[in-house]
């Protein structure tokens, strides 16, 4: 069983940046893509970037320019870079995998933007 670990919300004011990571229990080479959502309160959940095993990334028109998906093989680790944070960005955000035709998913950490 794969496990997602999140680590890195937290508290910052609007024009800020955060640092999101998920740790893979295992090789992510074994995941077809890996992803970030996020769930704001009262909101269904929403993709917000994705990356390939082959590095192709892809970012929803919200956040494209502000946020960037990343990815260490070595450490299993995916990442999501987040400048200029906005208000509208508070929400929990959960790390995605896809291996073969298994999706698996992290506790989910806080982002919270004060403006």
């Known amino acids: 069983q794969v496990q997602l670990v999140e680590s890195g919300g937290g508290l910052v004011q609007a024009g800020g940046s955060l640092r999101l990571s998920c740790a893979a229990s295992?090789?992510?080479?074994?995941?077809?893509?890996m992803a970030w959502y996020r769930q704001a309160p009262g909101k269904q959940r929403e993709l917000v970037a994705t990356?390939?095993?082959?590095?192709?990334?892809d970012y929803a028109v919200s956040v494209k320019g502000r946020f960037t998906i990343s990815r260490d093989n070595a450490k299993n680790t995916v990442y999501l870079r987040m400048n200029n944070l906005k208000p509208e960005d508070t929400a929990v955000y959960y790390c995605?995998?896809?291996?073969?035709?298994?999706?698996?998913w992290g506790q989910g950490t806080q982002v919270t933007v004060s403006s």
């Open positions: 990356i390939t095993g082959g590095g192709n990334t």
């Open positions: 995605n995998a896809k291996q073969s035709e298994r999706y698996f």
């Open positions: 295992s090789s992510i080479f074994s995941f077809n893509f």
